[in-house]
């Protein structure tokens, strides 16, 4: 009934079931912030993985650069969907964040506004994808467009460094050490690798999905089915 | 067919150094996301006539807060001795309080002293720390580091 990818996607969703158990439940308050910090366990998580996508459509991007003209779309159209759930996920956890610590839903400031752009171009990727038929110029319009997103993800990344955000800058990965508690990074860890591996497994169903539909359209096509 | 994608090609490319230039030029020089409060009030003058945002820390002790009135003041600091007095109507965020790191949306007088706010943000810093276990001290210095970044003026 279960095929591999699914079994491991199935016991992937468990491990992040316990995960949330343990970031609602175990894990200790933010003295600052109060409990509304915990929405960090799915924040952060989410936005590594919208960035594992941006990572595996590079990837695409470039094989299927290499030879236009007998590439599919298939991976990259999977992590691009999946990027994008993932993206918006990020903006509304950190929306709903922002409101009771910051005030405020939303603001322009250099975090919020490449992110935003991130949904945006994983959106026109779909639009391009769907706007040109299938052929080597698809390929090589959408592969450049894939290029060009995975770009934004280290200017993200680096945006609360390079400039004056209300975003707080980087927890885990800077240098002096992170400013999080053993626990609470720990836990924040966990749940990255855990999400990253939610949505590779959700990048290999949905392609298998893909790859499906196309040849099953293609049977109707010549009257199979 | 060659020659449409090649077009198709040229199109996205010229848009994206297009997209980069501007991100690169515009947003680390001319368009900052807040002002610190020096520079606030070296410009003043000329930013008078428009909403501009403005990052400090809460000075300790300047803070009424009129319930009834929902009537907000407090002074902001760049913690270099320039200072301005923040006018805000309505209820402050969860998160403010004295020693608090914000950023006010408003309307800042000619001479730079005082500014009327329309949006009041809060600026934390990126510690977290069960209860008990930390002094302050981190979380201030982090705060400070990331509010008063590039600042032009040193004290």
């Known amino acids: ?225 | 067919m060659k020659s449409k994608s090649t077009k198709w090609m040229i199109g996205i490319v010229i848009i994206a150094v297009a997209i980069i230039s501007i991100a690169l030029t515009q947003l680390s020089s001319n368009v900052v996301y807040f002002f610190t409060p020096d520079e606030a009030q070296a410009k003043a003058a000329e930013l008078s006539d428009q909403n501009i945002k403005v990052g400090g820390m809460v000075v300790p002790g300047s803070v009424e807060w009129t319930a009834e009135a929902l009537d907000l003041a407090f002074t902001i600091s760049d913690l270099k001795g320039h200072e301005i007095k923040i006018r805000h109507k309505g209820t402050p965020p969860d998160m403010f309080k004295e020693g608090q790191g914000v950023v006010v949306e408003g309307i800042i007088t000619n001479d730079g002293k005082s500014m009327t706010s329309r949006k009041l943000m809060v600026k934390h810093s990126e510690e977290y720390k069960k209860p008990g276990s930390h002094s302050g001290d981190l979380s201030k210095e982090l705060l400070e580091k990331s509010l008063f970044k590039d600042q032009t003026s040193k004290p």
Request: charged share 15%.
């Open chain 1, 1 to 225: 009934m279960f095929d591999k990818p699914r079994l491991s996607l199935v016991a992937t969703i468990i491990a992040m079931i316990v995960q949330w158990l343990l970031a609602w439940f175990w894990v200790p308050v933010d003295d600052a912030q109060g409990d509304v910090y915990r929405i960090i366990y799915l924040h952060v998580p989410a936005a590594f993985a919208a960035f594992t996508s941006a990572f595996v459509l590079a990837v695409a991007s470039i094989l299927a650069l290499r030879s236009p003209n007998s590439s599919k779309l298939d991976l990259s159209k999977a992590a691009t969907e999946v990027g994008l759930v993932f993206t918006i996920l990020t903006l509304a956890t950190g929306s709903i964040w922002g409101k009771p610590t910051w005030g405020t839903w939303w603001t322009w400031d250099a975090r919020l506004t490449t992110t935003f752009l991130l949904a945006l171009m994983y959106g026109g990727w779909l639009l391009l994808h769907n706007a040109i038929p299938e052929g080597p110029s698809r390929v090589r319009s959408c592969s450049i467009l894939g290029l060009m997103i995975a770009v934004d993800v280290p200017i993200i990344y680096k945006s609360v460094t390079w400039w004056r955000t209300l975003h707080q800058p980087q927890t885990i990965l800077r240098s002096g050490g992170s400013t999080m508690d053993g626990d609470m990074l720990a836990l924040l860890l966990s749940g990255i690798a855990i999400m990253v591996i939610v949505c590779l497994s959700m990048i290999f169903v949905r392609r298998q999905n893909i790859r499906l539909q196309e040849s099953l359209e293609e049977k109707s096509l010549r009257g199979v089915v």
